[in-house]
């Protein structure tokens, strides 16, 4: 699927009656729902859509400040927020059970998720199983880019400007794996989604979710040891955001912990080992039926 036809398959939806929010929803079977990453978009799934809508029932959405969706400047710009938007979103849908597969910044928006979920015990949703994907699960264990880190100072609001197609290329050539680097077209479409819609405007405010992973790092770490939710971590190994020592992390704090590491692989396994992540998703869904 090209990204043309990925944005002309979707539709939107107006949250709060303001911020026209685009999604797709696809295939039939047990609700799966689709979490990205920052700071790109819904399109980091398109190249396991086609299976996983072979299997399930898919939503995606493009979160507040991503994508095709709405990117409003003077939105308060949290992780609370983009539940919200989630909620608002399934509830839109009348979907209120579901499974989660989710990457990076999104793999915090479901800490938020679990936690709400682990707090109210009538909470109208009921989260089946979770499968993470490389992300800052644990702050103390999360090295954001020089840039993220720049974009996290005063002269964040001063660095959007100088930033463009090549250096999101720059800087996923650090990120990928060493064989499976992202191609010039993917690149392009990456930055084209991120640029849409004035788009590197709202990056500075998107980025400030790093500093919420330290304020409600217990919480959302306990939201991922006390919650008996089925979880399991798939994880490119050789992310120097959050590879290898995150999921060693992982496996000496989670009860149980369930985790598979793709030992070459960076930090977009969807994107760079999609046949592999595919496998051991479904390995992991192959548990329980439901």
């Avoid at 109210?120 to 699960?137: E, H, K, M, P, Q």
């Amino acid at each position: 699927m090209t990204l043309e036809n990925w944005k002309n398959s979707g539709s939107y939806f107006e949250y709060k009656d303001r911020y026209p929010v685009f999604f797709k929803e696809d295939g039939e079977g047990s609700p799966l729902i689709l979490v990205h990453g920052f700071p790109t978009s819904s399109w980091d799934w398109g190249k396991i859509w086609s299976s996983l809508i072979q299997k399930y029932k898919v939503y995606t959405i493009d979160m507040i400040g991503y994508g095709f969706s709405s990117k409003p400047t003077r939105f308060k710009y949290t992780i609370a927020a983009q539940v919200d938007l989630w909620e608002a979103f399934l509830k839109s849908r009348n979907m209120y059970s579901f499974h989660i597969l989710a990457h990076d910044y999104g793999d915090t928006v479901v800490q938020e998720m679990l936690a709400r979920y682990k707090e109210n015990s009538a909470d109208i949703f009921r989260i089946r199983s979770v499968c993470f994907l490389n992300g800052g699960l644990f702050p103390e264990t999360n090295f954001p880019t020089r840039t993220q880190r720049i974009l996290l100072t005063p002269f964040g609001g001063l660095l959007k400007h100088f930033m463009g197609r090549d250096t999101l290329a720059k800087n996923f050539r650090k990120i990928f794996g060493p064989y499976t680097q992202a191609n010039d077209q993917e690149i392009d479409e990456f930055w084209e989604i991120i640029d849409y819609n004035a788009g590197k405007n709202v990056i500075p405010k998107l980025i400030k979710y790093l500093t919420e992973r330290d304020t409600y790092k217990m919480r959302w770490r306990e939201a991922l040891q006390y919650t008996d939710i089925p979880k399991r971590l798939i994880n490119g190994g050789y992310d120097p955001i959050s590879g290898k020592h995150m999921a060693t992390f992982y496996k000496e704090i989670i009860p149980n912990a369930d985790v598979v590491i793709l030992e070459t692989i960076g930090h977009y396994p969807q994107v760079e080992a999609s046949d592999e992540v595919l496998t051991h998703y479904y390995a992991f869904r192959n548990q329980f039926t439901s």
